[in-house]
């Protein structure tokens, strides 16, 4: 199966006009700017969603609606990588297949399945994988220009259940919901360290 490369223009317009950031929490899986959107989990807390939903809520409305049109896998969270030199690695807390998919102007950067039936090297430009990478040691070769990669998997939750969420729009403005409660920068989720302004 093959996506046409206009599917990818809204996304990559978004990402060129503002790359995500370094996330300096993932420093074993290799260089380069990498967040999660969706589901996450939050070190002593238990799994709730990505800061990102709400910082950057227009990208993560693109990246529902390409889902909702091509993916074809149950997901609640979706990694971004930019220009991501990635190591081979698992990926240890995603349940089942994920969807991986690379779009982008680049030469090089196929994925490198390093172990099963799979063994080799794939070229993703517009061509999704459905795998389950948490069985699969994988990485991806070296490559010049700008490439990025999105991947839809299902998120361990722990037993945690979380309210719907959702992306909207308020005035010209795209808003984060988790279930009634807009989300934004100001406010943020709840968190025990955090002092109250109250």
């Not at 090089?108 to 063994?119: F, I, K, R, T």
Request: charged residues 25%.
């Amino acid at each position: 199966m093959s996506i046409p490369e206009s599917a990818f223009q809204e996304l990559y317009n978004e990402l060129r006009m503002k790359p995500i950031t370094i996330n300096k929490y993932r420093n074993t899986g290799g260089v380069g700017r990498s967040q999660a959107f969706g589901v996450v989990g939050r070190r002593c807390l238990p799994p709730d969603y990505s800061r990102q939903n709400w910082l950057r809520p227009n990208l993560y409305r693109l990246l529902k609606e390409f889902a909702d049109q091509y993916v074809d896998i149950s997901w609640n969270a979706v990694t971004v990588n930019m220009d991501y030199k990635v190591a081979p690695h698992y990926d240890k807390n995603n349940i089942g297949d994920s969807f991986l998919v690379a779009f982008g102007y680049y030469t090089g950067g196929e994925l490198e399945l390093h172990e099963g039936p799979h063994l080799g090297l794939k070229d993703i430009r517009y061509k999704p994988v459905v795998m389950d990478f948490s069985k699969v040691l994988h990485s991806v070769r070296p490559f010049e220009g700008n490439r990025i990669s999105l991947v839809y998997y299902w998120y361990d939750l722990k037993g945690t259940v979380l309210p719907p969420c959702s992306v909207r729009n308020e005035d010209g403005k795209w808003y984060f919901y988790r279930g009634d409660d807009r989300i934004t920068r100001k406010n943020g989720l709840p968190h025990p360290l955090r002092k109250s302004n109250n």
